[in-house]
């Protein structure tokens, strides 16, 4: 039976084929995404020119070990295809993301590109989002604790995400509340009214973003589309 990580790395395999010639690609953030920059240096070695968009500053020094070279963060980014991985995903492609902490910027560069290939092991697969996995939920310093209760209200637990004792902070500055939902039957509407709630900045659901799913199974690669 494959270990997690061979898995990871037989998704990022299959992945990193939608990747072609001359394309700007936004590289998430994770453990699976290091294993989608390794196969990507291993094409760029052999000729393949792409730019890179990166979501955090682990994967742009990555990245540039690989040989990609990275757009400026302030640039007007055409991004052709994205790659990420995901903490769960649903039966209709719905993901939770930001177990790293990055959710702002991936979010960002999902939204930005013409293609977003979500890239995970078969472990990630849920029939519904929530239950095992917290919701991650970016928001401001000022208020916090004020907006973790207001939270409250949509039926979850909240908890700060800390880091050896201290409150974790993104690299955009902000703070990270994981929202522990029993299950998450409409991800559709939650998304809307949690980034209404004044102090949210973004949250860790994507909700009809990703264009196709690469998961790799102890059978081998599945790839599911977007219907």
């Not at 037989?10 to 390794?38: C, F, N, P, W």
Request: hydrophobic content about 50%.
């Amino acid at each position: 039976m494959m270990d997690q990580d061979v898995l990871k790395k037989m998704a990022a395999e299959a992945a990193v084929k939608y990747v072609q010639d001359g394309q700007v690609v936004g590289l998430g953030t994770g453990s699976t995404v290091r294993h989608v920059i390794a196969k990507l240096a291993e094409r760029v070695k052999g000729g393949l020119r792409i730019r890179g968009v990166p979501t955090s500053l682990e994967t742009a020094q990555l990245a540039i070990q690989a040989g990609i070279p990275m757009l400026a963060e302030d640039a007007e980014w055409t991004i052709d295809v994205a790659l990420d991985g995901a903490d769960q995903v649903d039966p209709q492609l719905n993901l939770i993301k930001g177990g790293g902490g990055a959710l702002l910027k991936e979010k960002i560069v999902a939204a930005a590109a013409a293609r977003f290939v979500a890239v995970v092991d078969e472990a990630k697969r849920v029939p519904v989002l929530g239950g095992s996995f917290p919701l991650p939920v970016e928001v401001v310093h000022f208020g916090w604790r004020t907006i973790a209760k207001k939270l409250e209200q949509f039926g979850c637990r909240v908890a700060p995400r800390m880091q050896a004792g201290v409150l974790f902070t993104t690299e955009a500055g902000h703070l990270i509340l994981d929202l522990w939902f029993p299950k998450i039957d409409d991800p559709a509407r939650l998304e809307i009214e949690l980034e209404k709630t004044p102090g949210v900045v973004g949250t860790g659901l994507f909700v009809g973003r990703a264009n196709l799913v690469v998961v790799a199974t102890q059978q081998g690669i599945v790839t599911l589309h977007h219907s």
